[in-house]
């Protein structure tokens, strides 16, 4: 060992020595572990400010596990007001509950690190040096020779799987106008007009990229949010914004060699004029789900939290439904949930016949509007709130309802404050 490296570590050793005699307490934060959490790990927060106006450069958080204390990665949102973020990681032999300290001091910095990058077009967002989702704000033309009508710009394609596999499509010869994970809205009264942002062959609207809002990565979670524009193609030729679409898309750390993660995403609507704008009653519209090229009813799999399968899901409404089938020698797919405030809970789904296009193509889409108009009106703004659980492996119905309860029904964190 040369000098100048023994040098290094005993520094090292001092000042990690330093950190933890140097540490304040700030708050003790208590988590009650659920019992049929299924060893999910699942993401918790406080609000920071009213815990303490210390910044972000002196405060660390660190778990008390058996008499020891152990760092834990944390994440501060500043957005008006601060929110720390951390996951509560489910470990083997762990009790119920969970002690975490906040405390001033060095934070210790974590290794792991979601990341984001930008590249022909497109926001990819990774960890683990692995890709987990693509958001495409360029936009896209549909293969050559098919009508430049169903160009698009504003989706998600690829979202992978833990293991890299594709779950979405796009551009698929049998609705060109389907683009991954996209969000239009199919019937739509504007300004005494019906307008189509859904299908783009009838020439009546679009939705479009318009600009982001952020983009932030850390040890915790990645997110974007974006401005989309959804517009109205109208009879006499103007082209009119009808609706402002605010997406938030977030992208939570996974554990190395771990076979799931979570992706948030959160849609804002407003409407861009004085004019109201009704989300008629229509099969489908809103967040759309194009599955991967290969799955059809052979190998592929869908259950929802109330028992249906494929044969009967299609109209009925849930809370979660689980899509999963064959990746080559590989099986995965996603839990997409619903947030029990959104519009029209719990939301019916469409959810594509057994043998759509002759092979048993698939589609998801929980659809508000499937039964019911939803009228939205200036001033309000008016919010949609999904989550996928992204896995490798097979998801049973206990793992998806402990998925769903975590995101429905978030354990919470009891704050004690120190004081000193």
């Given at each position: 060992?040369?000098?100048q490296?023994?040098?290094?570590?005993?520094?090292?050793?001092?000042?990690?020595?330093?950190?933890?005699?140097?540490?304040?307490?700030?708050?003790?934060l208590?988590?009650?572990?659920?019992?049929?959490?299924?060893?999910?790990?699942?993401?918790?927060?406080?609000?920071?400010?009213?815990?303490?106006?210390?910044?972000?450069?002196?405060?660390?958080?660190?778990?008390?596990?058996?008499?020891?204390?152990?760092?834990?990665?944390?994440?501060?949102?500043?957005?008006?007001?601060?929110?720390?973020?951390?996951?509560?990681?489910?470990?083997?032999?762990?009790?119920?509950?969970r002690?975490?300290?906040?405390?001033?001091?060095?934070?210790?910095?974590?290794?792991?690190?979601?990341?984001?990058?930008?590249?022909?077009?497109?926001?990819?967002?990774?960890?683990?040096?692995?890709?987990?989702?693509?958001?495409?704000?360029?936009?896209?033309?549909?293969?050559?020779?098919?009508?430049?009508?169903?160009?698009?710009?504003?989706?998600?394609?690829p979202?992978?799987?833990?293991?890299?596999?594709?779950?979405?499509?796009i551009?698929?010869?049998?609705?060109?106008?389907?683009?991954?994970?996209?969000?239009?809205?199919?019937?739509?009264?504007?300004?005494?007009?019906?307008?189509?942002?859904?299908?783009?062959?009838?020439?009546?609207?679009?939705?479009?990229?318009?600009?982001?809002?952020?983009?932030?990565?850390?040890?915790?979670y990645?997110?974007?949010?974006?401005?989309?524009?959804?517009?109205a193609?109208?009879?006499?030729?103007?082209?009119?914004?009808?609706?402002?679409?605010?997406?938030?898309?977030?992208?939570?750390?996974?554990?190395?060699?771990?076979?799931?993660?979570i992706?948030?995403?959160?849609?804002?609507?407003?409407?861009?004029?004085?004019?109201?704008?009704?989300?008629?009653?229509y099969?489908?519209g809103?967040l759309?789900?194009?599955?991967?090229?290969?799955?059809?009813?052979?190998n592929?799999?869908?259950?929802?939290?109330?028992?249906?399968?494929?044969?009967?899901?299609?109209?009925?409404?849930?809370r979660?439904?689980?899509?999963?089938?064959?990746?080559?020698?590989?099986?995965?797919?996603?839990?997409?949930?619903s947030?029990?405030?959104?519009?029209?809970?719990?939301?019916?789904?469409?959810?594509?016949?057994?043998?759509?296009?002759g092979?048993?193509?698939?589609?998801?889409?929980?659809?508000?509007?499937?039964?019911?108009?939803?009228?939205?009106?200036?001033?309000?703004?008016?919010?949609?709130?999904y989550?996928?659980?992204?896995?490798?492996?097979?998801?049973?119905?206990?793992?998806?309802?402990?998925?769903?309860?975590?995101?429905?029904n978030?354990?919470?964190?009891?704050?004690?404050?120190?004081?000193k």
């Amino acid at each position: 060992m040369n000098k100048q490296f023994k040098i290094a570590v005993a520094l090292t050793m001092f000042f990690s020595a330093f950190s933890v005699a140097s540490a304040q307490k700030i708050a003790v934060l208590e988590v009650m572990q659920k019992k049929d959490n299924q060893s999910l790990d699942m993401p918790l927060s406080i609000q920071l400010d009213k815990i303490t106006y210390l910044p972000d450069s002196v405060i660390s958080l660190v778990e008390v596990k058996n008499g020891k204390r152990v760092p834990v990665a944390y994440q501060i949102e500043n957005k008006g007001q601060r929110i720390l973020y951390w996951m509560l990681k489910q470990e083997q032999g762990a009790t119920a509950k969970r002690i975490f300290e906040l405390e001033k001091g060095i934070p210790l910095k974590i290794a792991d690190h979601i990341k984001t990058v930008t590249e022909n077009g497109a926001l990819i967002v990774s960890a683990n040096n692995k890709n987990l989702l693509q958001y495409n704000f360029k936009t896209m033309y549909p293969p050559k020779g098919v009508d430049t009508a169903f160009k698009r710009s504003g989706f998600i394609h690829p979202l992978w799987t833990p293991h890299g596999q594709p779950l979405t499509r796009i551009n698929a010869p049998d609705h060109y106008h389907h683009y991954g994970l996209w969000n239009p809205w199919t019937h739509v009264m504007f300004e005494g007009e019906m307008i189509d942002f859904w299908n783009l062959k009838d020439k009546k609207g679009t939705v479009k990229f318009a600009n982001f809002v952020s983009v932030n990565e850390g040890a915790v979670y990645a997110d974007y949010q974006t401005l989309h524009e959804h517009v109205a193609f109208k009879k006499n030729g103007e082209k009119k914004v009808a609706l402002n679409e605010l997406q938030s898309v977030r992208i939570y750390q996974p554990q190395s060699g771990q076979d799931y993660y979570i992706a948030d995403i959160t849609i804002q609507l407003n409407c861009a004029s004085d004019s109201p704008v009704t989300l008629k009653e229509y099969r489908y519209g809103g967040l759309g789900w194009r599955a991967t090229e290969k799955w059809n009813d052979n190998n592929s799999e869908t259950l929802t939290s109330e028992g249906k399968t494929r044969k009967d899901a299609d109209g009925s409404k849930a809370r979660w439904v689980i899509v999963q089938g064959s990746l080559d020698s590989d099986y995965g797919g996603a839990v997409m949930m619903s947030y029990p405030s959104n519009y029209n809970y719990p939301e019916p789904l469409r959810i594509w016949p057994e043998k759509m296009n002759g092979r048993g193509d698939v589609y998801a889409n929980f659809s508000p509007t499937k039964d019911k108009d939803w009228p939205l009106v200036k001033g309000r703004d008016y919010i949609l709130k999904y989550r996928f659980m992204v896995f490798n492996g097979k998801f049973n119905k206990e793992k998806a309802e402990a998925a769903w309860q975590s995101f429905a029904n978030t354990p919470s964190v009891t704050v004690k404050l120190v004081n000193k």
